[in-house]
């Protein structure tokens, strides 16, 4: 047999251990990377949970828009749950995460050509944020979600990508989501303090945009370049951590964790309340002779 033949019965040996290696090193990574979120929530009696409700369209089945949400709840110690009966009477606080177009039936839209289109997750998702506000449970809209909760309350949007081109190429999917554009928030707002400050690079996927916020809401950043909303925050200040992102704070993992951070932190209040309320429930139900 040549030594060029005998190189070639080799190949596929080295291409198996090659791979092996890899998936071997990816393993070990991967064990460092979630051992000490995975640990956190094991160890957790009493796990806060979160309605986190995801896209339906082919990258949301993939994973590829829903993941990072995952991971970031994760590591703020949530144990993340969607598609449960009874959503808000059995959690903690709720994440409407990135998506498709809002439905043009649901507000008075102007698009022409809507995409992405799932009008069930929207009526469903406008009655759980509409609950979750009413109960003064915490909840974060992203990107879809901003959208989303600001149409819940009456709020009107309008299309970057038919009107505004030189704002959709910023704001848009392209090789310069990842770093979009800088937003510029209002001091003493949530969002500057998650930011750390009132100016951050933020990264962006969308082609629709909020023209006017909800009634229950107030604009809290903006696009520096462009004046795009970027943020809604609850006008009410008494009211549990209640906002809507334009920006992906979810995206890449951990730059923005305060955002999920602050919605854990805010669940672990609201379960406290929710279980004294239905302590006293109980002992009135049940007093003791």
Avoid at 68 to 73: A, M, P, R, T
Avoid at 77 to 102: R, Y
Avoid at 203 to 213: D, L, Q, R, T
Wanted: glycine share 8%.
């Amino acid at each position: 047999m040549s030594d060029k033949r005998k190189s070639n019965s080799y190949l596929p040996s080295i291409l198996a251990a090659t791979g092996v290696g890899v998936l071997a090193v990816c393993c070990v990574l991967g064990y460092r990377h979630w051992q000490p979120f995975v640990v956190k929530t094991m160890l957790d009696p009493n796990p806060i949970r979160v309605a986190l409700s995801l896209d339906r369209d082919w990258h949301g089945k993939l994973g590829l828009s829903t993941k990072n949400y995952e991971v970031c709840l994760t590591a703020a110690g949530a144990v993340n749950k969607d598609n449960v009966d009874e959503v808000l009477s059995s959690v903690d606080a709720v994440v409407i995460g990135a998506g498709g177009d809002i439905h043009p039936d649901l507000y008075e839209s102007t698009q022409k050509h809507p995409t992405g289109l799932d009008k069930a997750r929207d009526e469903f998702e406008i009655k759980l944020v509409r609950g979750a506000y009413q109960r003064n449970m915490p909840c974060i809209g992203v990107c879809h979600g901003n959208q989303l909760m600001n149409v819940a309350f009456g709020g009107k949007l309008r299309s970057l990508k038919e009107t505004e081109p030189a704002a959709y190429e910023r704001h848009g999917p392209g090789v310069k989501s990842l770093d979009a554009h800088s937003v510029e928030a209002v001091p003493g707002s949530w969002t500057a303090k998650l930011l750390n400050g009132t100016v951050a690079r933020v990264s962006s996927f969308h082609g629709m945009a909020v023209s006017k916020p909800g009634s229950v809401f107030t604009a809290t950043s903006h696009c520096v370049d462009d004046g795009v909303i970027e943020s809604t925050e609850a006008t009410d200040k008494s009211h549990r951590f209640f906002i809507s992102t334009q920006f992906h704070p979810e995206f890449p993992p951990y730059t923005m964790q305060g955002f999920f951070n602050k919605l854990v932190e805010d669940a672990k209040d609201y379960r406290v309340e929710k279980d004294r309320l239905m302590l006293q429930q109980n002992q009135k139900k049940f007093p003791i002779e």
